[in-house]
Nanobody
Framework: QLQLVESGGGLVQAGESLTLTCVASGGDVSNFAMGWFRQRPGEEREFVAAISYRGGGAYYADAVKGRFTISRDNAKSTVYLQMNNLKPEDTAVYYC???????????????????WGQGTQVTVSS
C-alpha cells in the first residue's frame, strides 16, 4: 500500500527558506502527478503546487508563485517543495498527495489527489 511521508517543516522567520520532502514507499509514483497542499486550522485544504509525472509541467497557486518551486526525483520516489521568502500567511500543515487516475490534477483540486501523508507543520513568524 502506498505511503507518503512528508518532512522538512519547522519554525522560521519571515523571509527565510525551507525545503519540504515527500517520500513515497510501497508503490510507484513515477507515473502519477504529485501535489503539495496546505491546511490551516479551521480551513479547507488548499492547493500549493503540482508537478506532472515526468516533472515537465508544474503549476502553482498565485499566492506562492515566484517563491515556491516543486520538483521531483522519480529514481528516489521523492517530491520536493522549495519555499523561499516565507511569509506568516504560509503557516500551515503541508501535505503531499498522488493524483487520482483520470483526474484533472492540474486544476489544483484536493479531490484530484489522494494517498495523503501525515503532513508537516510549517510556522513562519513575523
Amino acid at each position: 500500500q502506498l505511503q507518503l511521508v512528508e518532512s522538512g517543516g519547522g519554525l522560521v522567520q519571515a523571509g527565510e527558506s525551507l525545503t519540504l520532502t515527500c517520500v513515497a514507499s510501497g508503490g510507484d509514483v513515477s507515473n502519477f502527478a504529485m501535489g503539495w497542499f496546505r491546511q490551516r486550522p479551521g480551513e479547507e485544504r488548499e492547493f500549493v503546487a503540482a508537478i506532472s509525472y515526468r516533472g515537465g509541467g508544474a503549476y502553482y497557486a498565485d499566492a506562492v508563485k515566484g517563491r515556491f518551486t516543486i520538483s521531483r526525483d522519480n529514481a528516489k520516489s521523492t517530491v520536493y517543495l522549495q519555499m523561499n521568502n516565507l511569509k506568516p500567511e504560509d503557516t500551515a500543515v503541508y501535505y503531499c498527495g498522488k493524483d487520482r487516475p483520470g483526474s484533472s490534477w492540474y486544476e489544483g483540486s484536493p479531490m484530484a489527489f489522494g494517498s495523503w501523508g501525515q503532513g508537516t507543520q510549517v510556522t513562519v513568524s513575523s
